[in-house]
């Protein structure tokens, strides 16, 4: 099975660096890059915009990953297992911080 490349739907370009980064921000989601929505029609920027807000307003926990251009996604129940994890392990070292100070 032949994976297919993120192109950008407006040049049909594959996604890179810089103005080539690809977001999840066009029409129903599809994918746009950055010089396509800045460089373009102010259609685009506002489209942009909607579809960034609509990711925000997820009633999810959404996170954004350095190593992938998806922009904020809902996370996984892993990631949140993590977090939570790494949370309670604060609440611990902060409460054991308190005993030590009183």
């Known amino acids: 099975m032949t ?29 746009v890059c950055a010089g396509c929505v800045f460089d373009g029609p102010p259609e685009r920027k506002i489209e942009a915009e909607k579809q960034f807000a609509a990711r925000l307003m997820c009633p999810d926990t959404m ?3 350095d190593r992938e251009q998806a922009g904020p996604r809902p996370m996984t129940a892993r990631e949140k297992n993590e977090l939570y994890r790494d949370v309670d392990k604060l609440d611990e070292i902060r409460m054991d911080s308190d005993k030590g100070s009183n």
């Open 3 to 31: 994976m297919m490349k993120r192109k950008c739907i407006y040049c049909n370009q594959p996604g890179g660096v810089g103005k080539r980064e690809l977001r999840p921000y066009g029409p129903g989601g599809s994918d």
């Open 63 to 65: 996170i954004l990953d």
